[in-house]
């Protein structure tokens, strides 16, 4: 199944509002560490519901940008807002449809690992941005975060395992330089007590705590030289 495929029946699903529901409890905490300014132009790279963009338009931002690869997913997006600053594109990772040096900001929440060539997609996102402009780059799944690993064998589209140290090596690869990498704990989520278990997936409540209070979402934050 290709991202197209795979993702326009989440949206279709209404799992776009799921996620965004799910991935804010770390995403908010992404977003609020971006060094945005008024008027500056923001790229959210798969968007999904396009809520990242909403949230930092309420900050000042110029433009935010949201591309995905489903078509679905921009739609919906396009529908949950009304703001003409925003614009949702339909592209793909690959090959970001906007000129050299053109953007201050670039986020992406629990994407990134989609990308088919995840080292060509990170010079993208360096030939896109203006010089100090930073990539705020947000994944649950990675190497550390064991009990993620199992969630390619519910997805058809291929998905990236690196570990923390293998993204800062994959962006300075790029040309950008490594300016913090943090792993944000999800404190939301609610878990049950130890008796309660196997529930959501997970066997035990060391696992829960594991994917969620020990290592959450690991952000790798990125700056154009
Ligand atoms: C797991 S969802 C996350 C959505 C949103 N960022 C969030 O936090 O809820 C991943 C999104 O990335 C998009 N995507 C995956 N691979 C892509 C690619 N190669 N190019 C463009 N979009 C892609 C999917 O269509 C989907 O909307």
Redesign the pocket.
């Known amino acids: 199944m290709s ?2 495929e ?3 029946e ?2 279709a699903t209404g799992k ?1 509002r799921g ?2 529901d ?3 409890h770390t ?1 908010k905490h992404v977003l609020a560490r971006m060094p945005v300014e008024a008027g500056d132009d923001v790229l ?6 396009g ?2 963009l909403r949230a930092l338009r309420e900050r000042g931002i110029g433009r935010g940008y949201g ?4 078509p679905e ?1 921009a739609r919906n997006a396009r529908e949950y807002t009304d703001d003409g600053a925003v614009g949702f594109a ?5 090959e970001l449809p906007f000129a050299d040096d053109s953007l201050d900001h670039v986020f ?4 990134f690992y ?3 060539d995840p080292v060509n ?1 990170l010079r993208e996102v360096r030939r896109v941005l203006r010089p100090g402009g930073t990539f705020y780059c ?1 994944v649950n799944y990675f190497e550390e975060s064991e009990t993620t690993h199992a969630w390619q064998e519910n997805i058809s ?1 291929e998905m990236t395992l690196w570990s923390r140290e293998e993204y800062r090596e994959a962006f300075r690869e790029a040309g950008l330089y490594v300016a913090e990498q943090d792993a944000i704990p999800d404190r939301e989520v609610e878990i049950p007590d130890a008796e309660e278990f196997p529930v959501d997936g997970y066997e035990t409540r060391e696992a829960m705590v594991d994917r969620y209070r020990t290592w959450g979402t690991l952000l790798t934050v990125g700056v154009a030289p």
């Open positions: 991202v197209r795979e993702f326009d989440w949206a776009d996620m965004e799910r991935h804010w995403a959210d790279l798969g968007t999904g519901s809520y990242a591309l995905d690869g489903a997913m339909v592209g793909d990772f690959d992406s929440m629990e994407a989609y990308a088919a997609t947000a589209v």
